[in-house]
């Protein structure tokens, strides 16, 4: 089909199968959110087949308005937004939008497109540049605040910073800070997590769920409900699992949010460890094909993207496991492909597009 990279789809064709029957088993008393799962899925499919068709000369060419319209409409919800549970993350434009899932895309496009206009000269003047541009909407977005889009958009602009050839003498001070501040605060989680302390740099919902994670029966029945089913359903499914529509977690209705950032506990209680594998070995799939489109691109901004793109994955796969299976905050980060969510699914739909296309234009340099 054209524009279509063969391996990508059949990485893609099989994540989405996946996602559909354990969405059948846990949105069971959902009404019609196993339809509407599908539907997002053909909506995703369509955005993708469309995507894959323009030029990655032409998808530069997006960059510079995405990301600004992107950054204006974060400051439009700031000031005029909608709040819900505590959050201003919504726009009512005659529909309700989320601004900040347009920077998932954004982001990377416009970095991409600066280093390839610095390409042959870049400086270190030229990182910073991309620095800012990155911290602008993660602030806006923290502000919100919405800690898992914003590691999202944070982890993309990093991936195109690291790509573009930034030194590991300025990566590893940052990267060895970061270890040793979440050993102090695992070696001092009593004091740090006792009542009335407060953490300056974060909000109190995201200080209370590094404590939950660090310690879940802290409150069993409250914030570290969440963490204590995942981590029974996980665990509960064994090697082989307990069967298509037989798990008691998930249909009786101990998972928290079965359908969106915690099915990953309800496809291992009833899929097992074997299940779990074969589902990580179609992420790795499809993140060794993203990483081999990259490799291969004809252009830097090409290659930044789509390295960028495919890091993307990697971050929604590992950070929704790891949450789910108590080793990271509860963030609110989807599994791609699997998770219940349109908004998401359009985003994974325009990435995978974006591959498709960089693959194709490879393909089109050879010949």
């Given at each position: ?319 929704n496991m790891g949450m789910v299976s108590g080793i990271l905050p509860v963030v609110g980060v989807p599994l791609p492909f699997i998770s219940y969510g349109g908004t998401a699914m359009v985003t994974l739909g325009l990435a995978v597009g974006m591959l498709m296309s960089i693959a194709k234009a490879k393909r089109l340099v050879q010949t």
């Open positions: 089909m054209s524009g279509f990279d063969g391996p990508l789809a059949f990485a893609v064709f099989l994540l989405a199968s996946a996602g559909l029957l354990i969405m059948y088993s846990s949105g069971f008393d959902h009404g019609s959110r196993f339809v509407d799962h599908g539907r997002n899925m053909l909506l995703a499919g369509f955005i993708m087949f469309v995507v894959a068709q323009i030029p990655p000369q032409r998808l530069m060419t997006l960059a510079v308005p995405l990301y600004v319209f992107g950054v204006a409409l974060l400051v439009a919800a700031a000031i005029f937004g909608i709040t819900k549970k505590g959050a201003r993350r919504w726009l009512n434009v005659g529909i309700v939008i989320q601004p900040s899932e347009i920077l998932k895309i954004a982001m990377p496009l416009m970095l991409a497109w600066w280093f390839q206009k610095r390409e042959g000269q870049l400086r270190r003047l030229d990182y910073i540049v991309a620095a800012l541009l990155l911290a602008v909407p993660v602030a806006l977005i923290m502000k919100q605040p919405d800690l898992g889009t914003a590691l999202l958009v944070l982890a993309a602009g990093l991936a195109v910073i690291f790509f573009a050839g930034l030194s590991w003498k300025l990566i590893v001070p940052p990267v060895v800070l970061g270890l040793v501040g979440v050993l102090l605060v695992v070696w001092f989680e009593p004091a740090l997590c006792a009542d009335g302390v407060r953490w300056p740099i974060l909000h109190d919902y995201q200080q209370q769920r590094i404590c939950t994670l660090l310690d879940p029966s802290r409150d069993p029945l409250g914030k570290g409900f969440h963490i204590i089913q995942g981590m029974i359903a996980i665990g509960s499914g064994g090697l082989f699992g307990k069967g298509f529509m037989a798990g008691t977690q998930t249909h009786l209705e101990f998972i928290p949010e079965r359908t969106t950032d915690f099915i990953f506990a309800a496809f291992s209680e009833e899929f097992g460890l074997a299940g779990n594998l074969l589902l990580i070995a179609g992420f790795l799939f499809l993140i060794l094909r993203g990483m081999v489109i990259a490799m291969e691109a004809p252009t830097l901004f090409s290659r930044l993207l789509a390295g960028a793109v495919t890091m993307i994955f990697f971050t929604y796969a590992f950070v």
